[in-house]
């Protein structure tokens, strides 16, 4: 954490999206989540979703879906304001997201990154997310997403990943990947 920093984590109000909405855009420019498409996925999710704030406003979130196997989670987006980045927040958001999918019965976590984005990748790796796949042309020409997936152990109070995950299916789809192109917005990672 940065000096004088002191995060504190949430579950995400409806009254929050308008936040999200303009973290996303600071975060992400043309590669956000519209404030649509953070309506579209909040009403049949938003009891996965996380936030972090501080007593100067939200600085981070994560946006959390069931896939259609009611045992897979989706991260659909993590963002960390410019201004936090390199404090730890992502690792405290990352590790709350993960707990709070498998609090709601997730064993399978999955997420769509860029391969170039390498510090996404070291992040998600960090915590035990394989890469399962690649989605090409995921969100139009050019825009191809490495699928990353973490099997949680169903064992007991135990939180132990497993290494061994299996491929993702190229036409597997997603609430956010739909809730994205719907609003033809691309997904980021």
Same mark, same amino acid.
């Given at each position: 954490m940065g000096p004088g920093y002191s995060p504190s984590l949430r579950g995400v109000l409806k009254r929050d =999206?308008?936040?999200?909405a303009r973290l996303e855009a600071t975060a992400f420019g043309a590669n956000r989540l519209t404030r649509s498409a953070l309506d579209v996925i909040f009403d049949p999710s938003g009891t996965l979703w996380l936030l972090v704030e501080d007593g100067q406003g939200i600085w981070a979130h994560s946006v959390n879906? +069931? &896939?259609e196997d009611p045992h897979v989670g989706w991260i659909v987006g993590m963002a960390v304001h410019p201004e936090r980045q390199g404090h &730890?927040?992502?690792r405290i958001l990352l590790q709350a997201s993960i707990d709070r999918l498998q609090d709601?019965?997730?064993n399978v976590i999955r997420l769509l990154v860029k391969r170039t984005n390498k510090r996404a990748y070291r =992040?998600?790796?960090?915590f035990g997310f394989i890469d399962t796949g690649e +989605?090409? @042309?995921h969100f139009g020409p050019g825009e191809d997403r490495m699928v990353m997936s973490l099997l949680l152990s169903t @064992? &007991?109070?135990e939180r132990v990943a497993r290494s061994v995950v299996p491929q993702v299916p190229a036409d597997v789809d @997603?609430? &956010?990947s739909r809730a994205r192109r719907n609003s033809d917005q691309k997904l980021y990672s």
């Open positions: =999206l308008a936040a999200i879906a +069931r &896939g &730890g927040w992502g709601n019965g997730i =992040l998600y790796e960090a +989605r090409v @042309d @064992d &007991g109070p @997603d609430a &956010g």
